[in-house]
């Protein structure tokens, strides 16, 4: 079992490469069907649905982040920054220091996650009933919700090195510029309001499906639209993440199928369980 999962352990250029490729073939179709119809509804629909695509590059970035895509830390870093992270303004090494010590030290004093959800109980604490999923959804959705990330920022600064804040600067000024040129400036605006509404409340939605209310690690298994919106690239599969990092996600699935984990529940029960659980 040892040397199949030191298999499943390999990275990939060509999986990461075709996933991220999707990520953006459906963005492209988001911009271009709001700049065919030009119309306020399918620009609230495009804006909506961009963020989901947002979140679904994070979780690429975070392959990035493990060394999923390949073995040479340069092109690892170079292909991560430039097709997934700098473009949701980031840079790999922002949050690399803050999720490698969620692994190292999960649920513990030392876990940053634990620290940033103290900071707002009622969003992360349990119970978590389908009324207050609403209410964090649609406070998130509004922007507002985004307001949380500063919780993250003790953790985040001191760890940052230059190349961090200047590669997204660089990065974006050319986009703006470019897009401006090309009488395109809707472009990044639309892209900057999904990142601060949508792709924040898919996030934590995500996120509070993998330790809010346990211990340890949900077992889930999720349907074909809570995998689109919120829990793209298996990352439904995040027990097994947590078994070991270094599986990539387009191998997690072969990776439960290896280990003798039962009791796997469906999202829905998941928060059923959540709602009736004390704090």
Known sequence: MRDQIRMLAQPSISQW???VTINWLEITALFYGMFYFRHWATD???????GTRQHALALLAHEAIHKSISRNKYLNDILGNTLSSLPIFQSLGFFKAFHLNHHAYMLTEKDPEVHVRLKSPKK??????KWGRWKILITDLSGIGYLDT?????????????????APTVFWTLVITISVKLNAGWIPLY????????YWAMFRQRALTEHI??????KIIANPLQRFFYLPHNTWYHFEHHIN??????????LRALSNEKDFISVDEMFEK?????A
Do not use: E
């Not at 209310?213 to 949900?218: A, L, R, V």
């Not at 959540?274 to 004390?278: D, N, V």
């Open 17 to 19: 490469l075709l996933r």
């Open 44 to 50: 609230v629909l495009g804006i909506l649905l961009l």
């Open 124 to 129: 992360w604490g349990v119970p978590l009933t």
């Open 150 to 166: 500063r919780h993250a920022l003790p953790f985040i600064v001191p760890t940052l090195k230059p190349i961090d804040v200047i």
């Open 191 to 198: 892209w900057t309001i999904a990142f601060v509404t949508s």
């Open 213 to 218: 209310g346990t211990d340890s690690t949900h």
């Open 245 to 254: 990092a270094n599986v990539p996600c387009w191998n997690l699935p072969k």
């Open 274 to 278: 959540l709602a009736q659980t004390k």
